[in-house]
């Protein structure tokens, strides 16, 4: 422990009071706008918790919930039953029944002609991996990932289903299973010929077809499935019982804790308005972002934690759940630790193959910028996502280079001298809060849209000229005098304008990167003690 045990305790008391301090205020002007809300969005009547009422507008949540609860659910419990008893009974046969369940299930959900066209992607692309080009294998992922954004194309698969949500099934479903054809398709190109029995086309449908990451991942590369799904392990019903009950119990929490925060702050409906944003406090403001990103990383504990219950269950290694965003502290560490598979994906098949950090300056600076590009592509390719891929970008590199220029032996031996190790973690923690800073940013931008993050922009770093709370009511255009105005002058304020507003974040996301370092230590800490002894 480098800093003082005082130390540390004040920083978690800061950490944690101002995050509750803010989740009040965000829950306050959530109050304050809720005739507005309902009136505008029309705010869903809660249902888990009575008397209050349900902000819908996350449009991803309410989706999966909605189609889990309706028919995806008891299809994973289906392919649950069929792994189980395959594993039971037929161990060595069990990718080609678990392909098979999943064919079915596909062509139950999306019709013949979603399963057609999912059929027809993984054909097409393990017909161009027979050239053993990776650029060729590419080329083609990208073309078929572009026929999803076709006028044509998009308004012919629209007429196959009775309703939108339908085809936004098909649309997310083919987005990801593109991806698991990519992955395929290049381990194929990277093999010998004498392993490409491992890589056949029906190992293909069982890889691309598999139900628990069909519809929204995670994603598993297929050098990691086929490995872990030839392997035949000890089977024991009674563990796998434990294994399920615990996992559910688990998921049923982090739902009940998405479903809380949504009933208590109108995060997403509050971002779908530019003017109560202007108008809120700092505090207020301030809670909305951490609300927002950290229902962001519950919302995808839950959307990754089902699939993953059921690879545990298959036997197989998920990739890790998503870290906590509040102990996050570079935009390194973000990518790392949110989407794990992911993560694997664009290292595996475009960081490294590209040059990654073994090139030279230039190399590292494109295959960088390269990845992020595609992954901007990869989820929609609007112009918000430019911007978040670019501020991605530019942290990744940012940090990267500060970490290379402080590793010269000469600057590393100067620090040494001259700096005591705890001004060096003091240092680091200063320079992790401006890193996090922009990571929040970049965050807003890609959750809320170009004009949420312009508005975070301006009032925590510009000018800061929005905070006056009455300004902005007489710009409120909605009918609101019913409203009952809250007393600001009552409650903790933050200087409005620069540079108290940005002074102020800043010194509580440097107690917030004190933190996630501290935490990131014990937990290598741990690991490595686990590694000796194992």
Same mark, same amino acid.
């Given at each position: 422990?480098?800093?003082?045990p005082?130390?540390l305790?004040l !920083?978690g008391?800061?950490?944690v009071?101002?995050?509750?301090?803010?989740f009040?205020e965000a829950?306050?002007?959530?109050?304050?706008y809720?005739?507005?809300m309902?009136?505008?969005?029309g705010l869903?009547p809660?249902t888990l918790?009575?008397?209050?009422?349900?902000?819908?507008m996350d449009?991803?949540?309410s989706?999966w919930?909605?189609w889990?609860?309706?028919?995806i659910?008891?299809?994973?419990a289906g392919h649950?039953?069929v792994?189980q008893m =395959?594993?039971?009974l037929?161990?060595?046969y069990?990718p080609w029944?678990?392909?098979?369940?999943?064919?079915?299930a596909?062509w139950?959900?999306l019709?013949i002609?979603?399963?057609?066209?999912?059929?027809?992607?993984?054909?097409?692309?393990?017909?161009v991996?027979?050239? *053993?080009? =990776? $650029?060729?294998?590419?080329?083609?992922?990208?073309?078929l990932?572009?026929?999803l954004?076709?006028?044509a194309?998009?308004?012919t698969?629209?007429?196959? !289903?009775d309703?939108?949500?339908?085809?936004y099934l098909l649309?997310?479903t083919v987005?990801?299973?593109?991806l698991?054809?990519?992955s395929?398709?290049?381990?194929y190109?990277?093999?010998?010929?004498?392993q490409k029995?491992?890589?056949?086309?029906?190992?293909? $449908?069982?890889?691309?077809f598999?139900?628990?990451?069909?519809?929204?991942?995670?994603? &598993?590369n297929?050098?990691?499935?086929?490995?872990?799904m030839r392997r035949q392990?000890?089977?024991?019903?009674?563990t796998?019982l434990?294994?399920?009950i &615990?996992?559910?119990?688990?998921?049923f929490?982090?739902?009940?804790?998405?479903?809380?925060m949504?009933?208590?702050?109108y995060?997403h409906?509050l971002?779908s308005?530019a003017l109560?944003?202007?108008s809120a406090?700092y505090?207020a403001l301030?809670?909305?972002a951490l609300a927002?990103?950290?229902?962001?990383? &519950?919302?995808?504990?839950?959307l990754?934690?089902?699939?993953?219950?059921l690879?545990?269950m298959?036997?197989l290694k998920p990739p890790?759940?998503?870290?906590c965003?509040?102990?996050?502290?570079s935009f390194?560490?973000?990518w790392?630790?949110?989407d794990?598979g992911l993560?694997?994906?664009?290292?595996?098949y475009?960081?490294v193959?590209?040059g990654?950090s *073994?090139?030279?300056?230039l190399?590292?600076l494109f295959?960088?910028?390269?990845?992020?590009?595609?992954?901007?592509y990869?989820?929609?390719g609007q =112009?918000?996502?430019?911007y978040?891929g670019a501020?991605?970008?530019?942290?990744?590199?940012?940090?990267n280079?500060?970490k #290379?220029?402080l590793?010269i032996?000469?600057?590393?031996g100067l620090?040494? #001298?001259?700096? =005591?190790?705890?001004?060096?973690?003091?240092l680091?923690a200063?320079l992790?809060?401006?890193?996090?800073?922009m990571?929040i940013? +970049?965050n807003l931008i890609?959750?809320?849209?170009?004009q949420?993050g312009?508005i !975070?922009?301006n009032?925590?770093?510009?000018?800061g000229?929005?905070?006056?709370?009455s300004?902005g009511?007489?710009?409120f255009?909605w009918?609101?005098?019913e409203?009952?105005?809250?007393?600001?002058?009552?409650?903790?304020q933050?200087?409005?304008?620069?540079p108290?507003?940005t002074?102020?974040v800043?010194?509580?996301l440097y107690?917030y990167a004190?933190?996630g370092?501290?935490w990131e *230590?014990k937990?290598?800490?741990?690991?490595?003690?686990a590694?000796?002894y +194992?």
């Amino acid at each position: 422990m480098v800093l003082p045990p005082w130390e540390l305790c004040l !920083y978690g008391l800061l950490t944690v009071g101002s995050h509750l301090y803010a989740f009040y205020e965000a829950h306050q002007v959530s109050r304050k706008y809720e005739a507005a809300m309902d009136r505008r969005f029309g705010l869903d009547p809660g249902t888990l918790f009575e008397g209050l009422k349900k902000d819908p507008m996350d449009f991803e949540w309410s989706y999966w919930v909605e189609w889990g609860r309706e028919r995806i659910l008891w299809l994973l419990a289906g392919h649950l039953l069929v792994s189980q008893m =395959s594993r039971l009974l037929v161990e060595k046969y069990k990718p080609w029944c678990l392909m098979v369940y999943g064919m079915a299930a596909c062509w139950l959900l999306l019709g013949i002609k979603g399963f057609a066209v999912i059929l027809l992607h993984a054909a097409i692309s393990f017909a161009v991996a027979q050239f *053993q080009l =990776s $650029l060729l294998t590419w080329l083609c992922s990208l073309i078929l990932l572009a026929t999803l954004r076709i006028p044509a194309v998009e308004e012919t698969k629209r007429r196959w !289903y009775d309703t939108e949500n339908e085809y936004y099934l098909l649309l997310f479903t083919v987005s990801v299973r593109c991806l698991f054809c990519t992955s395929f398709s290049l381990e194929y190109c990277w093999h010998a010929p004498s392993q490409k029995s491992s890589h056949s086309f029906p190992w293909m $449908l069982a890889y691309v077809f598999y139900y628990p990451t069909f519809h929204n991942g995670p994603l &598993v590369n297929f050098d990691e499935f086929s490995k872990q799904m030839r392997r035949q392990e000890a089977f024991s019903v009674k563990t796998n019982l434990i294994i399920l009950i &615990v996992g559910i119990i688990r998921i049923f929490f982090w739902w009940c804790l998405a479903e809380l925060m949504i009933h208590l702050m109108y995060i997403h409906a509050l971002y779908s308005s530019a003017l109560p944003l202007e108008s809120a406090s700092y505090w207020a403001l301030g809670g909305l972002a951490l609300a927002q990103v950290l229902f962001f990383y &519950v919302k995808y504990l839950v959307l990754y934690g089902v699939p993953g219950l059921l690879l545990q269950m298959d036997g197989l290694k998920p990739p890790a759940l998503p870290c906590c965003v509040s102990l996050m502290h570079s935009f390194t560490k973000m990518w790392r630790s949110f989407d794990v598979g992911l993560h694997r994906f664009l290292v595996r098949y475009i960081y490294v193959p590209v040059g990654g950090s *073994q090139s030279s300056l230039l190399g590292t600076l494109f295959s960088t910028a390269l990845t992020f590009a595609f992954v901007s592509y990869w989820h929609g390719g609007q =112009s918000y996502l430019w911007y978040w891929g670019a501020l991605n970008w530019l942290g990744v590199i940012v940090e990267n280079g500060t970490k #290379r220029m402080l590793s010269i032996s000469l600057i590393q031996g100067l620090i040494e #001298r001259f700096l =005591s190790p705890r001004f060096r973690r003091r240092l680091h923690a200063v320079l992790a809060s401006v890193s996090t800073s922009m990571l929040i940013l +970049s965050n807003l931008i890609f959750l809320g849209g170009n004009q949420v993050g312009k508005i !975070y922009w301006n009032r925590i770093f510009m000018e800061g000229s929005a905070s006056d709370s009455s300004k902005g009511e007489e710009k409120f255009s909605w009918d609101c005098k019913e409203l009952e105005v809250l007393d600001e002058d009552s409650r903790l304020q933050i200087p409005a304008g620069w540079p108290w507003a940005t002074l102020t974040v800043l010194g509580f996301l440097y107690c917030y990167a004190h933190v996630g370092i501290e935490w990131e *230590q014990k937990c290598a800490a741990h690991r490595n003690d686990a590694n000796h002894y +194992s």
